[in-house]
């Protein structure tokens, strides 16, 4: 069995290529990020919209790579193909479960943004997010309300000293938070 990080390098980091499998919508390039949730995260996954900002966590205090949501599909059999269950010592019910509740994900980056200071401004007591969760729509207000903008809030929070070209990852954030309405903020497991 493999952990969750091995499947994140492998469909989100390195992505797939969408001709080798039936299950995945045709999509016009040779290499696609993917994500899935499991049954217990459908409601959050079910609000998700194209065009949607997502975080991901995978080092103790700090979202390392977000990415923009381009399309969702529930997609058991895909699941099944590219990622094992896995338990990492974990006791969880849904252990056998595949990740059915698939997300297909462009302009994936790696950031750094500490999550201390992000979940304050949030509203969230922990520095770790709960599994795959969503900001509700009340906390989001509040974050654009301080801010101005859901980007500016990322843009914010982001340390650039881990990045070897901030430059290029200003303009690049910009570009993929550049959007006539403020995406929802999600974050997967």
């Keep these: 069995k493999k952990g969750a990080y091995p499947h994140f390098q492998e469909t989100v980091l390195d992505g797939i290529d969408p001709k080798e499998y039936l299950e995945v919508p045709e999509f016009d390039t040779d290499s696609i990020a993917v994500w899935g949730v499991v049954s217990g995260n459908r409601s959050h996954w079910e609000q998700m919209q194209p065009g949607d900002v997502v975080l991901f ?14 399309q969702k599909q529930a997609n058991e059999a895909l699941a099944k193909k590219i990622w094992t269950t896995y338990d990492e010592g974990r006791r969880v019910a849904d252990l056998d479960e595949p990740w059915p509740f698939v997300f297909y994900l462009e ?14 401004d949030i509203g969230w007591s922990t520095f770790y997010p709960q599994s795959f969760t969503r900001v509700i729509d009340e906390r989001r207000a ?17 340390r650039e000293s881990a990045v070897a070209d901030p430059e290029a990852l200003e303009e690049t954030t910009a570009d993929l938070l550049a959007a006539e309405s403020e995406p929802p903020l999600t974050e997967p497991q």
């Design 107 to 120: 302009s994936v980056q790696e950031v750094n943004i500490p999550s201390p200071a992000l979940h304050a």
């Design 57 to 70: 966590y995978t080092k103790t205090k700090v979202y390392t790579h977000m990415a923009t949501v381009v």
């Design 142 to 158: 509040r974050l654009i309300e301080q801010y101005g903008s859901i980007a500016a809030c990322l843009r914010y929070h982001r």
